[in-house]
């Protein structure tokens, strides 16, 4: 008799509250990702400007010469906004994806340690997953599970964000 002690891992679909979270947190972001740029384009601006009259005050002939300040400008208009780019590329099209297949992950785990924190009452489940490291739950799970018990838990396919555990 052949046994396996892989535990299980299967995609359903969101729920529409689950779905609400992502859009919501998806939006968020993208004003966040917006709201840094247009600092950094200001910035891309007014940097060599203090930079030039830092070197006016300092003696530098030709302090305010316009092909540095614009190839200044162009050179960290350029860095800010692959930056920019890059970091919006990688971290939203994840949760994008997971918006647009509207797909979870569900994945069965062992609890591997459990921990009650009295300063803020409550109580946590070390697991063994890749997703997460531990994760909080109920007193009333708390006492029913113990450590080598499994438990499953939902995170979305691609972003990886925790849903919760049942």
Do not use: C
Not at 10 to 16: K, Q, S, W
Not at 30 to 45: D, G, H
Request: charged share 25%.
């Amino acid at each position: 008799m052949n046994v396996s002690f892989e535990l299980q891992r299967y995609t359903e679909a969101l729920e529409p509250g689950e779905l609400d979270f992502l859009l919501k947190k998806e939006s968020k972001e993208r004003k966040m990702y917006y709201k840094i740029f247009s600092i950094l384009m200001v910035m891309s601006f007014v940097l060599p400007f203090a930079g030039a009259w830092y070197q006016a005050f300092d003696g530098a002939p030709n302090a305010f010469s316009p092909v540095r300040y614009f190839g200044s400008v162009i050179l960290m208009l350029f860095i800010s906004s692959a930056a920019t780019y890059g970091s919006y590329y990688i971290n939203q099209r994840n949760l994008q994806l997971d918006i647009k297949e509207r797909t979870k992950t569900i994945d069965t785990i062992r609890i591997t340690r459990k921990l009650y924190v009295a300063v803020k009452k409550t109580y946590y489940f070390y697991i063994d997953s890749r997703i997460k490291l531990n994760i909080e739950v109920s007193a009333n799970d708390f006492e029913r599970l113990k450590e080598g018990d499994e438990v499953s838990i939902e995170y979305t396919t691609h972003s990886q964000q925790y849903l919760g555990y049942f």
